[in-house]
């Protein structure tokens, strides 16, 4: 197969009109980057810049010290809170008028075509909830600081408002993605030790109403039985639901506990150390059993407020929306602290995108008039699979930028959602970065006020101050279009600290492979390619490469190939043992609404599969049609559970998986084709 060949295929530069005379060359923004990443000094020079633009309660003395590699400590010395940077700080600056959050919550009155409920928030009305919540929290529950509470939330304003109520006592969250089991979430509050958890009675999703309170009663139960008490549990009412269970001792209503505080009630933020932690979060469980990151204050916010800056060239008048979940680090980063330490307003949508209909985002994008979008590839996929009309019908032209994440972006969903949504006008890229990453860290960077071109399916660039190689197995440089791991070869302030208790597996999973020398680098566990101008592609989890005849595939590469075919929505891609070539690709896909699974149409799939990526690949693929592929709660393909099934091994860690059922039918699927 011609190494280079999908580089080509995919490699239709496009300049945004809007940008058409601030465009770097792209050896002028190489030469600007290279600057950032020069050496110790530089990069100490850049990331302070930023820092400074952020009020401290105290000034670092060290921006960073690396005298214990791989535990890096960023503005050491600095003193803040992220409560004080997301609120008082704005309200000291003269914004306390400013819209800080909208919520939309899910249902939908058809009469008005409206939404039923919506709620808006100044940064004074946050900044006043949350101080009524923390005091409660400290005065009635006595929580201080260094303790982790447990969040098990909905899409819900409280989400936030308990999140920036814990900062302000210096205490931590750990939050459970909303639509995780009990056991799942009795591991994670067992794990954080928290003695109280925040929930609700139910939340909303797809027009159906779904029970929260009953599976943390369920989870508390797993705790004690490990010996672990919850002591408290705080409910937000979210639907009227009737008849739920209740525990007195434990249990209290939201409203209740916040009762008889005083709506004056005020908590001066701690003064924590920029090294303290803010919040441990679990990473998605795609690849494994989920792991503990522990993030720190003071890095953290600076590597939020500078992707915000830099990436959505984000402006206090902006309307700003990120399309993800809370319970996700997306959402942590993106939707709560990264935007309000901005001074932006960030939007916050509860439900299902196709409640009540397909065009439900696209109409929020056109009542808010929103400027700046956020979401996944998978989200993507699912809008393309509706008819254009649903798009057409509205303004979408407010938008100016629209990033990806979480996946790589099929080039063929980045055209789409470039074309239609943002009418060739836009500065669209799509951002790589992980849990423990805390911020995003490559992309395309309009707020330095000029953009490369884009690349349909890159990830673009890394982030000016953050060094990124692909190296061999022997962890030495790959060439250009050269195929390897993905790997930091500098710490960067959004860094998450360790594992949480876990400092040897922090070291295990991330810093082993590819350190030596006493040069330490951090292994993202991904697979990818810099192509000849620079670009970062990619191309899937380094665990997942395909290895077909001695030649290496990524996963992305044979998905984004099969995408592009009019008759596909989806496709997930595992290797298969072969005898001879030691791996085939096995391609289970998911065919678009209208299209009827015959043999002819496989027989096309394949030779399309032989034009766009090549023999090697298509000559001994499985091409096998599905209804759905297996995905994690937070919409990625889980290919190991795939590949367990082709290979008739055990499916190990299944409690992030979304919907069982994918399984079974991949796995009836495949028995029908043996
Ligand atoms: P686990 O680590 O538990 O297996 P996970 O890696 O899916 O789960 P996250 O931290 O949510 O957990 O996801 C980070 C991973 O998502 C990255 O390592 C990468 O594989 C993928 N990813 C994120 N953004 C992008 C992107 N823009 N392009 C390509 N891949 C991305
Ligand atoms: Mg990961």
Redesign the pocket.
Known sequence: MAEERIYEEFEHYLTPPSWKDRVWEIEEYKAFYEETIKDKENLEKWWAKWANELPWFKKWNKVLDDSNPPFYRWFVGGETNLAYLCLDRHIEEGRKNQLALIWEGEPWDEMIRRPKEIRKFTYYDLYRRSNRIAYALKEKLGVKRGEILTFYLPMIPELPLYMLAVQRLGAKHSIVYSGFSAFALAQRAMAAGSRIIVTADALYRNGKIIPLKEIVDEAIEICEEKGHKIEHVIMVKRTNRAAIPWIKKRDIWHHEFIRYISENARIEPVKLGSEDMSYIL??????????G?QHSIGGYAVGLYTTMKLIFDIKETDIYWCAADIG???GHSYIVYGPLITGTTTLMYEGAPTYPGPDRWWNIIERYGVNVFYTS?TAIRMLMKFPLDYVKKHDLSTIRIFH??????NPEAFRWYYKNIGKENIVA?????????GQML??HFPGLGKIFPLKPGT?GYPLPGVKMEVLDEDGNPCKPGERGY?VITNPWPGMFMTLYQDDQRYIDVYWSKFSKDNKWRFY???FAVKDQDGYLW????ADDVLNIAGHRVGT?EVESAMVMHPAVAEAACVGKPHEIKGEVAFVFTVLKQGFVPSDELVGELRNHLRKTIGPIVASDATILLVDMVPK?R?G?IMRRLLKAVITGQKLGDVT?LEDESAIKEAEKAYEYLK
Do not use: H
Not at 429 to 437: L, Q, Y
């Open positions: 679990y990473t998605s469980g795609t690849t494994g059993a989920p792991k990151a996700w680090v997306t590839p990806s994440v979480g996946e790589p972006i890229s799509s951002t790589w970065w992980m849990t423990e990453t490559t992309g990830n993905f993202t566990g991904d990619v191309l899937g989890r992305a994690t937070s990625k992030t």
